[in-house]
């Protein structure tokens, strides 16, 4: 058997790091799928390929012709999303069979915009699949919080649900559950922009956490304007009135700057965004690097803010919701 499986990754448009705390965030899918083929192989042993995300934190040096490995950890926890979602299913299956596994993805990991999610999500259902075992959005959503949870230690499960769903939608944890309220909106141009993250994401909520701790008064307040910002962008994005969403995206970027998530890299975008007719623009997902996601007015000005952000990132782009989320078919017996 063969077959293709995909999921979208995502943007978190409004409320990051004030969603770990219980508010609300608004999240959309996008349509840079990672892809995932695999067939069945009789030898039992599962083998894996991921030509782009493998390549991400590898650093190589070269001494006298001998070539040393200096650093591989986002490499292997890369790996490790999909060794522990295959050993997952292996478990829950109380079965195994050996695989070909191949993971291709339009957009490189560790930048905030879901991959991680995505690679489960997608590799689940292949390897599901091949194993006789149909999963629907809500069974791989929870399996993909399961592995996050297992490889980078606490996720929110905010990217596994966009993500094996499509669309945009409010998200938010009510007594530790992910519930995600599908919103009915019109597209809306983006444009995102990524450079290489500092720090991963489970140490930048825990910087955050240190903040909170030590001025809780303060940053309680700062998470409840961040709330009430992402409830009103949840009305104007209804009302697809794109000027205010715009100014709403400013604020909530500067609330997540007094959080101390922003770097010099990540203002100098911000800013350049803005000063060629971005309508808004601030940080998505964890920061200290990352990408950021800007609102524009229409697709013209989406494409002259993708020039004018190139020389100063590593990826941009205009990006287009994914109202799919994620899917498998099977494609050969
Ligand atoms: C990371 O993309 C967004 C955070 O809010 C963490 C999370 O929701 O798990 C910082």
């Known amino acids: ?18 969603v770990v705390y219980g508010f609300p965030a608004l999240v959309m899918a ?3 799928r990672v892809e995932v083929t695999a067939s069945k192989t009789s030898d039992g042993v599962v083998r894996i390929e991921l030509p782009e ?25 890369h790996a490790s999303y999909v ?5 997952e299913l292996q478990k829950r299956a109380n079965q195994s069979c050996g695989a070909k596994i191949m993971v291709k993805s339009k957009l490189p990991a560790g930048v905030g915009l879901g991959t991680s999610a995505a690679v489960i999500e997608a590799v689940g259902l ?20 399961h592995v996050e949870t297992l490889v980078q230690g606490k996720s929110s499960g905010m990217d596994a649900s ?15 559950t992910p519930v995600l309220q599908r919103l009915e ?37 700062i998470f409840e304007a961040i709330c009430a910002i992402t409830e009103k962008a949840t009305r104007k994005i209804l009302e697809n009135d794109l000027n205010s969403l715009g100014e709403l995206m400013n604020l909530n970027h500067g609330l997540l700057c007094s959080l101390g998530v922003s770097n010099l890299r990540l203002e100098q975008l911000i800013h350049l965004a803005r000063d060629a007719g971005a309508l808004g623009s601030k940080i998505t997902g964890a920061g200290f690097g990352g990408s950021i996601v800007c609102l524009l007015k229409n697709e013209e000005s989406a494409k002259n803010v993708c020039q004018v952000l ?14 799919i989320g994620a899917q498998v078919q099977i494609i050969g017996s």
């Open 1 to 18: 058997m063969k077959v293709r499986a995909s999921a979208p990754t995502k943007v978190t448009l409004f409320g990051e790091h004030a």
């Open 30 to 32: 996008i349509q840079k």
């Open 53 to 77: 995300l493998s390549s991400i934190g590898l650093k190589l040096e070269i001494r006298n012709g001998e070539v040393e490995i200096k650093k591989v950890q986002n490499a292997l926890k």
């Open 83 to 87: 060794v522990e979602t295959i050993k």
């Open 126 to 145: 292949a390897y599901s699949t091949l194993l006789g075992i149909t999963m629907d959005k809500k069974e791989i959503a929870q399996l993909a919080k």
């Open 162 to 176: 966009i993500i094996s769903q499509g669309g945009i939608g409010l998200f938010r944890l009510e007594n530790e």
């Open 185 to 221: 909106a019109k597209e809306i141009p983006i444009v995102i922009a990524y450079i290489k993250k500092v720090i991963p994401t489970g140490e930048a909520v825990a910087r955050v956490k240190a903040i909170f701790e030590k001025h809780k008064d303060i940053t309680e307040t």
């Open 310 to 323: 190139k020389p100063f990132c590593d990826g941009v782009f205009l990006a287009k919701r994914d109202n």
